[in-house]
T-cell receptor, first 114, second 115 residues
Framework: GDSVTQMEGPVTLSEEAFLTINCTYTATGYPSLFWYVQYPGEGLQLLLKATKADDKGSNKGFEATYRKETTSFHLEKGSVQVSDSAVYFCALSTSGAGSYQLTFGKGTKLSVIP | NAGVTQTPKFQVLKTGQSMTLQCAQDMNHEYMSWYRQDPGMGLRLIHYSVGAGITDQGEVPNGYNVSRSTTEDFPLRLLSAAPSQTSVYFC??????????????FGEGSRLTVL
């Protein structure tokens, strides 16, 4: 079945540091890939997405590129802020396969200190 | 714009009690779903619905019932609560046309503790 593996946390960075959160996936068909973010005490919200190979999703300074050859969708940000402290979830959905769910990774907690 | 609204936000139950978690959305989304979030486990799908009168099981359906009598509402019922059902529950919805490539909209969550 489909699965998503993302790096274990927690990750603690100083403000303005570079961020990478690794995500790899296993899926049949041609998945769409997502990063969701969960701020403390809130529900998840979509951060960015990519629907086909070599697409780059970007939002709020975060980027991720859909790499089919390495089955990866790593999240990056050049300079993190305290306000980026949250839990980040990588997820996939396989379109056209009759599945009606997203498959999530276990989440990576990021803490950014001033 | 309210989006996805879940009630209650917090609930404590005793083993064997029953309760219903409510979920309502005002975006006319056909697709609605329930997830549970446990430490180190990510989010796991419990049940989902693609329209009024249509429901199906997800990855972890045991101990939970759902129904979908209207487009707006998708309640989750625990008939006989167990400590293993202590978790944070999220309701999420989407347009059916966006499934696979679009965004799921999440509620703020309901934290349930079963003693």
């Amino acid at each position: 079945g489909d699965s998503v593996t993302q790096m274990e946390g927690p990750v603690t960075l100083s403000e303005e540091a570079f961020l990478t959160i690794n995500c790899t996936y296993t899926a049949t068909g041609y998945p769409s890939l997502f990063w969701y973010v969960q701020y403390p005490g809130e529900g998840l919200q979509l951060l960015l997405k990519a629907t086909k190979a070599d697409d780059k999703g970007s939002n709020k300074g975060f980027e991720a590129t859909y790499r089919k050859e390495t089955t990866s969708f790593h999240l990056e940000k050049g300079s993190v802020q305290v306000s980026d402290s949250a839990v980040y979830f990588c997820a996939l959905s396989t379109s056209g396969a009759g599945s009606y769910q997203l498959t999530f990774g276990k989440g990576t907690k990021l803490s950014v200190i001033p | 714009n309210a989006g996805v609204t879940q009630t209650p936000k917090f609930q404590v139950l005793k083993t064997g009690q029953s309760m219903t978690l409510q979920c309502a959305q005002d975006m006319n989304h056909e697709y609605m779903s329930w997830y549970r979030q446990d430490p180190g486990m990510g989010l796991r799908l419990i049940h989902y619905s693609v329209g009024a009168g249509i429901t199906d099981q997800g990855e972890v359906p045991n101990g939970y019932n759902v129904s979908r009598s209207t487009t707006e509402d998708f309640p989750l019922r625990l008939l006989s609560a167990a400590p293993s059902q202590t978790s944070v529950y999220f309701c999420a919805s989407s347009y059916f046309r966006d499934l696979g490539t679009g965004e799921l909209f999440f509620g703020e969550g309901s934290r349930l503790t079963v003693l």
